[in-house]
């Protein structure tokens, strides 16, 4: 079996609420800013034209920033799993950007055999692309995927893979500790 993780909500945390504040509070330029991020997250734009498309000079270091914090307790587990063997894999939507700060700052991606950043891919979560593009790179039907967001869950049932509704550290190490234990 090979562990498929999502990286945010999952291994890195959710959005910086105080950067979010400190990149803009006008309820506009966040419906901007969601409605062109999955062309972004897919490579399909650049940092400026994403920018230009949310109407706003670009915010790339803060954006960045607003998504850096990093739950220590999963990259211990991650750390766990790759010790014991086990196989582990990232898919993340995710900008070049942000890809290349978290490449630089961060040693423990080297901890995946495959780091599928959707800005590299073309693809992104929950585009069954995504999913498939993993699935064949790592040549393997018998995939666990974890992700906070039940739609992405669900799409990587719908390519074959087995999914889990990240809600905590417990739950993902009982699961992981019952599929050794079987």
């Keep these: 079996m090979i562990v498929l993780f999502d990286m945010f909500g999952v291994i890195a945390r959710d959005q910086s609420p105080e950067v979010m504040a400190t990149m803009s509070t006008s309820p506009d330029f966040w419906t901007a800013y969601w409605a062109h991020r999955p062309g972004y997250d897919r490579g399909d734009v650049t940092a400026d034209e994403y920018w230009a498309l949310v109407g706003h000079p670009p915010l790339v270091e803060q954006d ?44 423990w991606l080297d901890l995946f055999e495959l780091r599928a950043f959707s800005c590299r891919i073309g693809a992104a979560k929950p585009e069954r692309a995504a999913f498939e593009f993993c699935r064949d790179a790592l040549g393997d039907d018998d995939i666990l995927f974890v992700d906070d967001r039940m739609e992405n869950v669900r799409a990587a049932e719908l390519v074959g893979m087995r999914g889990h509704h990240f809600t905590g550290i417990g739950g993902l190490r009982g699961l992981l500790g019952a599929a050794k234990d079987a």
């Excluded at 920033?65 to 898919?91: F, K, P, T």
């Design 64 to 107: 960045v920033a607003s998504w850096a914090r990093v739950d220590y307790e999963m990259v211990a587990l991650l750390h766990e799993l790759s010790n014991a063997g086990q196989r582990i894999a990232l898919l993340s939507n995710i900008p070049e950007e942000h890809a290349r700060h978290f490449e630089r700052t961060y040693a």
